[in-house]
């Protein structure tokens, strides 16, 4: 079975600086996704970024970025210029490939981000 | 025009009494989902619907029921409620076709509260 960790239970990190995040999983699969998802307060699931393991090229959008290490199968999340925003609970999440595209997402047990103004 | 939508959004009730709640995806998503976030903000997989069909069921008490009946719409129905099913409960869906298209999107959750 799948398994994904995050071993930062919390992490701070003061306003504009960069945090990184980190994500291991555990897979018998060569071809999967993974997923960073945001909860804010609100409680809603944003999707943050995403990666598909079998491009080399690590994702991007915006401010946050991924470094993907399919060797070593980890996924961590970097936040560049943090902001009052950024705050909220982040999880890993993986999903097996499969032609049916139903499969569920296992998900990590979240790292809580706080910004320090 | 929300993606996907969740009712109620707060459920607060008695231990024993039975209570739905309802989903709706206005994607056009092929596939829905039901996760369980307890108290330790840890998310885990309840069902899957494809099409109106179960696809996954986890290890979930037969006190729970989903029900799709299309498939725009994956309730939820909790029958003899106990203490221990206080949770947020997401609902998820996604377009059902291999590939990264199959990213999930959220609705809003429902925080349910037993008494």
């Known amino acids: 079975a799948q398994t994904v960790t995050q071993s930062q239970p919390e992490m701070s990190v003061q306003e504009a600086e960069t945090v990184t995040l980190s994500c291991t999983y555990d897979?018998?699969?060569?071809?999967?996704?993974l997923f960073w998802y945001k909860q804010p307060p609100s409680r809603q699931m944003i999707l943050v970024i995403r990666?598909?393991?079998?491009?080399?090229q690590n994702a991007t959008e915006n401010r946050f970025s991924v470094n993907f290490q399919k060797a070593a199968k980890s996924f961590s999340l970097k936040i560049s210029d943090s902001q009052l925003g950024d705050a909220a609970m982040y999880f890993c999440?993986?999903?097996?490939?499969?032609?049916?595209?139903?499969?569920?997402?296992?998900f990590g047990t979240g790292t809580r981000l706080t910004i320090i103004p | 025009d929300t993606a996907v939508s969740q009712t109620p959004k707060y459920l607060v009730t008695q231990m024993g009494n039975d209570k739905s709640i309802k989903c709706e995806q206005n994607?056009?998503?092929?596939?829905m989902y039901w996760y369980k976030q307890d108290s330790k903000k840890f998310l885990k997989i309840m069902f899957s619907?494809?099409?109106?069909?179960?696809?996954i069921n986890e290890t979930v008490p037969n006190r729970f029921s989903p029900k799709s009946p299309d498939k725009a719409h994956l309730n939820l129905h909790i029958n003899s409620l106990e203490l221990g099913d206080s949770a947020v409960y997401f609902c998820?869906?996604?377009?059902?076709?291999?590939?990264?298209?199959?990213?999930?999107?959220f609705g809003p959750g429902t925080r349910l509260l037993v008494l």
């Open positions: 998820a869906s996604s377009p059902g076709l291999a590939g990264i298209r199959e990213t999930q999107y």
């Open positions: 897979t018998s699969e060569s071809d999967y996704y």
């Open positions: 990666q598909e393991a079998y491009k080399q």
């Open positions: 999440a993986y999903r097996r490939k499969t032609n049916f595209g139903n499969e569920k997402l296992t």
């Open positions: 994607l056009g998503h092929d596939t």
């Open positions: 619907y494809n099409n109106k069909e179960l696809i």
